[in-house]
């Protein structure tokens, strides 16, 4: 299990196309996340 998560995080760390995705996953979900926040705290 411990040897399939370094693959993973030494492939995430050399290849550009998974790290721009990543980020692009990241920010998406911190944008969604403050738009629920803005529409669930005011009610």
């Not at 411990?2 to 944008?31: E, G, K, M, P």
Request: charged share 15%; glycine share 0%; proline share 2%.
């Amino acid at each position: 299990m411990n040897s399939i998560l370094q693959q993973a995080l030494r492939s995430v760390r050399h290849d550009r196309d998974v790290q721009d995705a990543l980020f692009c996953t990241a920010c998406w979900l911190s944008f969604a996340s403050v738009v629920v926040a803005s529409v669930a705290l005011p009610a």
